[in-house]
């Protein structure tokens, strides 16, 4: 799908946290662009209307363009502190693909290098990132670098029903062993849940890394009364492959089980929501 790249400047980068985030220990996001042109699906982004940050077309286009935030890191210089804990991003995926001609993420850690928060957490299904891999080591030197890597099911054809635009599973497998083989302390985030075989996908994520399992179900409106929920993109689809099953919270909640037996086999945990990803913070 052809996308397009805009850039305009921002009054903030850095924003303090609040909601599962927060809860999670994060003190603060960092956000490098409006809209994501992974443009999965599922997002829960663009129901969050301004309270994401966004603006209307945002929202309504979800996936057709993105606005880098062009002074993001002349406001990074200025923000950043020691003690601080950032997850980036909860808005849109770092190695989005329009970051592949944006480069901005390299100028965004060369900040980070000149000076290091306590925690820096990237959250991203992006293989694009090994490009930064050089500055990744660099920083992992001066703070507690940490990748959540998604895996959201173990089956291609459902990865190409829900995110078309994303690396394939055995890519992202391969890049958690890229960033591994550099030192690069990486998490297997099993997050969202779409459908898959429980059993594999757990075995999968036990095979790519050492640290303990994160994962995280379709947002549904019936487990969450308020709030960002999965889109109704991710529902249709859902419905016309016989799939709606997984977005009921009881069939989840077992999934969930049986990803957290195989995990617990193996000697490790398997958390989800705020319990799950504060791992990534401690």
Not at 108 to 122: G, H, K
Not at 152 to 163: G, P, S, V
Not at 264 to 270: C, E, I, L, Q, V
Request: proline letters at 6%; aromatic letters at 8%; charged letters at 25%.
């Amino acid at each position: 799908m052809p996308f397009e790249v805009f850039h305009a400047e921002s009054k903030s980068v850095l924003s303090t946290t609040t909601g599962f985030i927060a809860q999670a220990g994060f003190t603060h996001s960092l956000t490098p662009a409006r809209n994501c042109t992974f443009g999965c699906s599922y997002c829960y982004v663009p129901t969050m209307g301004i309270y994401g940050g966004l603006k209307p077309d945002d929202w309504k286009h979800w996936g057709q363009f993105t606005t880098f935030k062009s002074n993001a890191p002349e406001l990074l210089r200025r923000q950043l502190r020691a003690g601080q804990v950032i997850y980036c991003s909860p808005v849109v995926d770092p190695y989005q693909p329009a970051e592949e001609s944006a480069e901005m993420m390299p100028r965004i850690l060369d900040e980070l290098l000149a000076r290091p928060p306590r925690i820096f957490v990237i959250q991203t299904r992006g293989s694009l990132i090994l490009r930064d891999l050089d500055k990744l080591v660099a920083l992992a030197r001066l703070t507690a670098l940490r990748v959540s890597f998604s895996i959201t099911t173990n089956r291609e054809e459902i990865r190409k029903l829900y995110e078309p635009h994303c690396s394939p599973i055995h890519q992202r497998i391969e890049v958690i062993h890229r960033l591994r083989e550099a030192g690069i302390d990486t998490f297997a985030t099993l997050a969202p849940l779409l459908p898959c075989d429980p059993e594999e996908l757990a075995g999968l994520a036990l095979e790519a890394t050492e640290r303990d399992i994160v994962g995280d179900a379709l947002h549904v409106r019936s487990a969450k009364p308020n709030g960002a929920t999965t889109r109704e993109v991710a529902f249709a689809i859902s419905e016309h492959h016989d799939y709606s099953v997984w977005l009921d919270s009881d069939f989840q909640a077992e999934v969930a089980a049986r990803i957290g037996r195989v995990v617990n086999k193996a000697g490790r945990r398997f958390g989800t929501g705020p319990e799950g990803f504060r791992w990534l913070t401690q």
